[in-house]
Nanobody, 124 residues
Framework: QVQLAESGGGLVQAGGSLRLSCAAS????????MGWFRQPPGKEREFVAA????????NYANSVKGRFTISRDKAKNTVYLQMNSLKPEDTAVYYC?????????????????WGQGTQVTVSS
């Protein structure tokens, strides 16, 4: 069974940066696209970014375009989310997710496996 484990969350001041990692482990048999979602306090989980199996195609939510970058290292089965120019409204629990196809997606229902989440708090 595949497991996803996020790391890298924490407390940062507005304008600062964090890099989240998501490591996949277990029996991975096929190519898979990855996504990052977040759930702010009291709100629904929302799409942040996604990346294709090859890494050649990415999608971003409008709210993070130009500030966040998703990337992956297939050899390490790890996906990253570099977050720069962080704002208080970026405060949320961040989740990574995998879907057993090569094409990225932006809907929660398109993903097959989820991590447990990592807290990101941005102070003003």
């Amino acid at each position: 069974q595949v497991q996803l484990a996020e790391s890298g969350g924490g407390l940062v001041q507005a304008g600062g940066s964090l890099r989240l990692s998501c490591a996949a482990s277990g029996r991975i048999f096929s190519a898979y696209a990855m996504g990052w979602f977040r759930q702010p306090p009291g709100k629904e989980r929302e799409f942040v970014a996604a990346i294709s199996w090859t890494g050649g195609r990415t999608n971003y939510a409008n709210s993070v375009k130009g500030r966040f970058t998703i990337s992956r290292d297939k050899a390490k089965n790890t996906v990253y989310l570099q977050m720069n120019s962080l704002k208080p409204e970026d405060t949320a629990v961040y989740y990574c997710a995998a879907r057993w196809t090569t094409v990225p997606a932006t809907e929660r229902s398109d993903y097959d496996k989820w991590g447990q989440g990592t807290q990101v708090t941005v102070s003003s």
